[in-house]
């Protein structure tokens, strides 16, 4: 989080903050904060602004209930302006739309979003969760599902059912990302290598 007494606010007191999801990384709105307004969203957790037409702090969300839960606050390399990484309780704008540019909040890159959330579904309880279950059987297991996986999406591509297909790439891309995670890895760690490779291919 960010240290208050190196941010560099306006002549009136204020920085501009955007607020950007934490899991999707669209924008969702801009608001200005003063010290108190970054001090109450630092203490409450949820985002604070200093209201400019009102002139008094607002909470995002404290008539509509669509609160921005923080996750992360970063000052720029100036300390001049903040990114407030949040999770949104609900449409941003008070229009009733995702954005306050009427954009939808959509996960962009929806396969390290996948990503993200089978990391948490790991530490669910197993009776609920089948990754949890899977990842809890221990590596070999895993392992064993992606070799399964791999070999019905190979004899599902000898024939023509598209749905079949697409239903068994899907299930090894689930199985495969699953076992990068329960071997500590990523998708990230893959792109590296493949990047890395790039040049060559």
Same mark, same amino acid.
């Given at each position: 989080?960010?240290?208050?007494?190196?941010?560099?606010?306006?002549?009136?007191?204020?920085?501009? @903050?955007?607020?950007?999801?934490?899991?999707?990384?669209?924008?969702?709105?801009?608001? *200005?904060?003063?010290?108190?307004?970054?001090?109450?969203?630092?203490?409450?957790?949820?985002?604070?602004?200093?209201?400019?037409? +009102?002139? +008094?702090? #607002?909470?995002? =969300? %404290?008539?509509?209930?669509?609160?921005?839960? !923080?996750?992360?606050?970063?000052?720029?390399?100036?300390?001049?302006?903040?990114?407030?990484? @949040? $999770?949104? /309780?609900?449409?941003?704008?008070?229009? =009733?739309?995702?954005?306050? #540019?009427?954009?939808?909040?959509?996960?962009?890159?929806?396969?390290? *979003?996948?990503?993200?959330?089978? +990391?948490?579904?790991?530490?669910?309880?197993? %009776?609920?969760? *089948?990754? /949890?279950?899977?990842?809890?059987?221990?590596?070999?297991?895993?392992?064993?599902?992606?070799? &399964?996986?791999?070999? &019905?999406?190979?004899?599902?591509?000898?024939?023509?059912?598209? &749905?079949?297909?697409?239903? &068994?790439?899907?299930?090894?891309?689930?199985?495969?990302? !699953?076992?990068? $995670?329960?071997? =500590?890895? =990523?998708? %990230?760690?893959?792109?590296?290598?493949?990047?890395?490779?790039?040049?060559?291919?």
């Amino acid at each position: 989080m960010i240290a208050l007494e190196k941010l560099k606010f306006d002549v009136n007191g204020l920085i501009p @903050a955007i607020v950007q999801d934490a899991e999707t990384r669209v924008v969702l709105m801009q608001g *200005y904060m003063n010290a108190e307004s970054v001090a109450k969203t630092l203490d409450s957790g949820k985002v604070c602004f200093f209201s400019r037409s +009102r002139q +008094r702090l #607002w909470t995002k =969300g %404290e008539e509509s209930g669509n609160f921005l839960h !923080v996750k992360e606050i970063l000052a720029d390399c100036d300390n001049d302006s903040l990114l407030v990484k @949040a $999770i949104p /309780a609900g449409p941003t704008c008070h229009t =009733g739309s995702d954005t306050c #540019w009427g954009e939808v909040n959509r996960e962009s890159d929806f396969l390290h *979003y996948l990503q993200q959330y089978l +990391r948490k579904r790991k530490n669910d309880s197993p %009776e609920v969760s *089948y990754t /949890a279950r899977l990842i809890g059987k221990g590596i070999n297991k895993v392992a064993q599902k992606v070799g &399964e996986e791999a070999v &019905e999406l190979v004899i599902e591509a000898k024939d023509d059912n598209e &749905e079949l297909f697409l239903n &068994e790439a899907a299930d090894l891309m689930y199985h495969y990302i !699953v076992l990068l $995670i329960a071997k =500590g890895y =990523g998708l %990230e760690d893959v792109e590296r290598v493949l990047r890395g490779r790039h040049t060559g291919v």
